[in-house]
């Protein structure tokens, strides 16, 4: 199942792949520290709702969207959200004495509070995302509380990888060469009110002489 806080990263991925940022600092003489603040990227995961969801499971079948991402905050211990969800044609699998029972539990409602701690593994270039679901709250009736207990039992306290994707690089032509500077993603942190992304560019020159790196 693709986890709410994936989405996240995902769509923060994509603006940084879009946008040249509006702040960069040089940091360790190479390193170049870009800063997303909480607002920019809450209008970004505005923009691309509604996100489905990938439900793959042996217990729980249906479509699961991400409807709403509200009261989004970063702190310096990750990430926390309000999420809204809906799901449609929702079904519970159990087996009893090797039968396999479907429930059929129609459309729900879920409202869900979401904290998420990042570590970034640079060497993978991997994003690892940990969320922490509380406050759960789904419109279903009787079985709301199994689908509840699945969705918390699922997405607490694991790891769950994204794959980062290296941002599109900057290209400048001068004195009939072309510089173009790529930017690898070294590091993912949080600040307070901001995302923060550790660049190293790698510099290339092609024209006279051949292709020369830095």
Do not use: W
Request: glycine residues 10%; hydrophobic residues 40%.
């Amino acid at each position: 199942m693709t986890r709410p806080l994936v989405c996240i990263a995902c769509a923060t991925l994509l603006l940084l792949s879009c946008l040249l940022p509006s702040r960069v600092d040089a940091v360790n003489n190479k390193m170049i520290g870009l800063s997303v603040p909480a607002a920019v990227l809450s209008e970004a995961l505005d923009k691309s709702l509604p996100i489905a969801i990938d439900t793959s499971s042996s217990t729980l079948r249906g479509t699961i969207t991400i409807v709403q991402i509200s009261n989004l905050q970063i702190g310096e211990q990750g990430i926390s959200c309000r999420i809204s969800l809906k799901g449609d044609d929702m079904q519970l699998h159990t087996e009893v004495g090797g039968h396999v029972l479907k429930l059929k539990v129609g459309s729900i409602q879920l409202g869900l509070q979401c904290n998420a701690a990042l570590r970034y593994d640079p060497g993978k270039q991997l994003l690892y995302v940990k969320p922490v679901i509380s406050d759960l709250k789904a419109s279903s009736t009787a079985a709301g509380g199994d689908i509840d207990a699945l969705l918390m039992g699922f997405l607490n306290n694991r790891e769950f990888p994204v794959k980062m994707k290296q941002m599109q690089p900057l290209i400048a032509e001068t004195s009939g060469k072309t510089i173009t500077v790529n930017m690898n993603i070294a590091g993912v942190h949080t600040g307070q009110g901001v995302l923060q992304f550790d660049i190293l560019p790698q510099i290339q020159s092609l024209g006279q002489g051949g292709p020369k790196k830095k």
